[in-house]
Nanobody, 123 residues
Framework: QVQLVESGGGLVQPGESLRLSCEASGNIFSIYDMGWSRQAPGKKRELVATITSGGDTNYTTSVKGRFTISRDNAKNTVYLQMNSLKPEDTAVYYC?????????????????WGQGTQVTVSS
């Protein structure tokens, strides 16, 4: 079993910054891709940023130049640095990680998700 725990959300004013963290723990052999998604009220979940185990990153257009995804493989942790926040960034932010884990007989993969952390940008 693998758990992902997010932290760092909160209420900020437009133009301010937040840094989200997400730590994976449990039966982990290796962590492959990691990412952040968000879901605003009444909207579909949106993929915000992804990072491979080698450090390659991708961003949705609306956050390019403002958000930075990074990871610390030694700590099984992914981060999302969010700068110049806008009211439209308000959402619940979820992290995910594709994790390789051992069973008695096999090395398997699964995509695990955190419980979400609220980010509210408002004056």
């Amino acid at each position: 079993q693998v758990q992902l725990v997010e932290s760092g959300g909160g209420l900020v004013q437009p133009g301010e910054s937040l840094r989200l963290s997400c730590e994976a723990s449990g039966n982990i052999f290796s962590i492959y891709d990691m990412g952040w998604s968000r879901q605003a009220p009444g909207k579909k979940r949106e993929l915000v940023a992804t990072i491979t185990s080698g450090g390659d990153t991708n961003y949705t257009t609306s956050v390019k130049g403002r958000f930075t995804i990074s990871r610390d493989n030694a700590k099984n942790t992914v981060y999302l640095q969010m700068n110049s926040l806008k009211p439209e960034d308000t959402a619940v932010y979820y992290c995910n990680a594709v994790v390789g884990y051992y069973t008695d007989y096999d090395l398997l993969e699964n995509d695990y998700w955190g419980q979400g952390t609220q980010v509210t940008v408002s004056s």
